[in-house]
């Protein structure tokens, strides 16, 4: 009986350390890819309108470059919030869809992220 109740205390303690947010810090970021690094969110519709003009103008055939999901992946979420900070972007300007260059620039927002990709396939 005692040891049932020890169980629900140290249950009850790491339930509650985890809603505190005691854990944050114990995510472990992806590692960076290099090259060309596009952080979206599933169900974003600024990254759908991305997605959809990058395939209408065949992006993706004439620039390459990563996709990292972040709003229900807390590694990715960790690596995005370095990077932004590399970039000198706080955490309440942080959004997406928000690309990485893989040179130390960062695009936020889909005006910009298309622009920077038009460049990169040679499109004016």
Known sequence: MIFIVIAVVLVGGIFWAWQ??????????TPLPAGIVEFYGQGCPHCADVDAWVKTNNIDQKVKWTKLEVWYNKANQETLSQVAQKCGITGNSVGVPFLYDGNGKCYIGEIDVENFLKTQAGIK
Do not use: E, T
């Open 20 to 29: 505190a947010g005691l854990f944050v810090g114990s995510v472990v970021a």
